[in-house]
C-alpha cells in the first residue's frame, strides 16, 4: 500500500549545523509530498509542499526536492538553528479529491547551541 | 483567525469508562479530519467528514469508536468503552475542501 519512510531519529546536531532528513515514498499514482513540523506543545503545522515532479519547496531555510525518479523527498536546511528542534513528518496525499495524508512515523530533531 | 481548537487538551480515564473529544474547526472551513497519533508514530486518519457527512470512516473502529459533525461545523469523537490501547493524541484538522489542512494541539488521552 501506499506509505511514507523516514529516517530514524533522534537527529542531534550543534547549532549552525547542515540538516538533512531522508523521507521515501511508496505511492500508486503521483501523490503531493508535504513536510510538516510540530514543535513542543504545538499542532502539526505545514512547512512546505511540492506538487510535482522536481519541484522544489522551500520554507524557513529549509527545502525539499520531489525526485520521482527515486521516490524521495529528502528535508534539508543549511545551517540549524535551536530554535528548529522539533519533530519533523514528511507526508503525501495520493490523490488531492480525497485529501487524506499518509505519515511517516517522524524524526525529532534536537539541536543544542 | 483563530486556528482549529481542540478540547480538552489532556484527558485522563481508567478503561471502561467512556471518553470525547470537541473539535471546532477554522470558520468556513467545511472537510474536518480526526487523526489518531500513537506514541512515536506519524498520524493516521481516522475520519473525514464533508459538511455534515462522513466521507471516509473506514479506519474508524466502528465497535467503540463514534464520531459526529452535527450542522457541519464542530465535531465530537467518543469512545466508549475505552482501553489501555487507546492511549494516543487525537488530532483534528480542518481544511476548505481539498486544499491545505491545518491541525488543531491535539488532546492527549491516558488510560489506566
Known amino acids: 500500500g501506499d506509505s511514507v519512510t523516514q529516517m530514524e531519529g533522534p537527529v542531534t546536531l550543534s547549532e549552525e549545523a547542515f540538516l538533512t532528513i531522508n523521507c521515501t515514498y511508496t505511492?500508486?499514482?503521483?501523490?503531493?509530498l508535504f513536510w510538516y513540523v510540530q514543535y513542543p506543545g504545538e499542532g502539526l503545522q505545514l512547512l512546505l509542499k511540492?506538487?510535482?515532479?522536481?519541484d522544489k519547496g522551500s520554507n524557513k531555510g529549509f527545502e525539499a526536492t520531489y525526485r520521482k525518479e527515486t521516490t524521495s523527498f529528502h528535508l534539508e536546511k543549511g545551517s540549524v538553528q535551536v530554535s528548529d528542534s522539533a519533530v519533523y513528518f514528511c507526508?503525501?496525499?495520493?490523490?488531492?479529491?480525497?485529501?487524506?495524508?499518509?505519515f511517516g512515523q517522524g524524526t525529532t530533531l534536537q539541536v543544542k547551541p | 483567525e483563530a486556528g482549529v481548537v481542540q478540547s480538552p487538551r489532556y484527558k485522563i480515564i481508567e478503561k471502561k469508562q467512556p471518553v470525547a473529544f470537541w473539535c471546532n474547526p477554522i470558520?468556513?472551513?467545511?472537510?474536518l479530519y480526526w487523526y489518531l497519533q500513537n506514541l512515536g508514530q506519524g498520524p493516521e486518519l481516522l475520519i473525514r467528514?464533508?459538511?455534515?457527512?462522513?466521507?471516509?470512516d473506514s479506519q474508524l473502529p466502528k465497535d467503540r469508536f463514534s464520531a459526529e459533525r452535527l450542522k457541519g461545523v464542530d465535531s465530537t469523537l467518543k469512545i466508549q468503552p475505552a482501553e489501555l490501547g487507546d492511549s494516543a493524541v487525537y488530532l483534528c484538522?480542518?481544511?476548505?475542501?481539498?486544499?491545505?489542512?491545518?491541525f488543531g494541539q491535539g488532546t492527549r488521552l491516558t488510560v489506566v
Open positions: 507526508a503525501l496525499i495520493l490523490n488531492s479529491n480525497t485529501g487524506k495524508l499518509i
Open positions: 467528514y464533508e459538511n455534515e457527512e462522513a466521507v471516509d
Open positions: 484538522a480542518s481544511s476548505l475542501g481539498r486544499g491545505q489542512a491545518f
Open positions: 470558520s468556513g472551513h467545511n472537510t
Open positions: 511540492a506538487t510535482k515532479a522536481d
Open positions: 505511492a500508486t499514482g503521483y501523490p503531493s
